[in-house]
T-cell receptor
């Protein structure tokens, strides 16, 4: 069974500072990993995903994440935070076809201070 | 591409009544769809997986008689909350597996259910 742990339910950064949101996963099969962003009362928007291939994945809005198998991690980063990045971020893992289930972490609320 | 339309966006109903939420894939065929429930300031909890033409598979702890899921066609899945009570108030989101652009998922915009 897969699971996801997101360290830090709340992260606050200053505008222009580095954003680092942590995600560790557990999976019995090679994982497919995703990061989503959610704005209040809205659905989820895909930021980026890792399925196979290059372990450094670039996504939308300047975000990127690196799949590190040895550390079972998929941390999300952005070099310079914008006010518009304030939102809830979810890391998720899938077994890539065995059940197709997508399991979410508990989420990290990112606040960006002016 | 790969858009899922979810309706209604919000609904208020009286305790004891039933509410149906629809999830439609607009430009692709969704063989597998998922229903999630999200409590305030909480993560998304997978409720069930529905496959077109077969019974839904519910996650442990989810009442299948309370949350009826129907996936009668490749473009429509519905979630009916039967005999709703205030504790069923929540944000419900549907999702579909897509292969367009590689393995992935697309999500509906969610339905805010309030039971009074």
């Amino acid at each position: 069974a897969q699971s996801v742990t997101q360290l830090g339910s709340h992260v606050s950064v200053s505008e222009g500072a580095l954003v680092l949101l942590r995600c560790n996963y557990s999976s019995s099969v090679p994982p497919y990993l995703f990061w989503y962003v959610q704005y209040p009362n809205q659905g989820l928007q895909l930021l980026l995903k890792y399925t196979t291939g290059a372990t450094l994945v670039k996504g939308i809005n300047g975000f990127e994440a690196e799949f590190k198998k040895s550390e079972t991690s998929f941390h999300l980063t952005k070099p310079s935070a914008h006010m518009s990045d304030a939102a809830e971020y979810f890391c998720a893992v899938s077994d890539g076809g065995a059940t197709n289930k997508l399991i979410f972490g508990t989420g990290t609320l990112l606040a960006v201070q002016p | 591409g790969a858009v899922v339309s979810q309706h209604p966006s919000w609904v208020i109903c009286k305790s004891g009544t039933s509410v149906k939420i629809e999830c439609r894939s607009l430009d692709f065929q969704a063989t597998t769809m998922f229903w999630y429930r999200q409590f305030p300031k909480k993560s998304l909890m997978l409720m069930a997986t529905s496959n077109e033409g077969s019974k839904a598979t519910y996650e442990q702890g989810v009442e299948k008689d309370k949350f009826l899921i129907n996936h009668a066609s490749l473009t429509l899945s519905t979630l009916t909350v039967t005999s709703a009570h205030p504790e069923d108030s929540s944000f419900y989101i549907c999702s579909a597996r897509v292969d367009r652009g590689g393995y992935g998922y697309t999500f509906g915009s969610g339905t805010r259910l309030t039971v009074v």
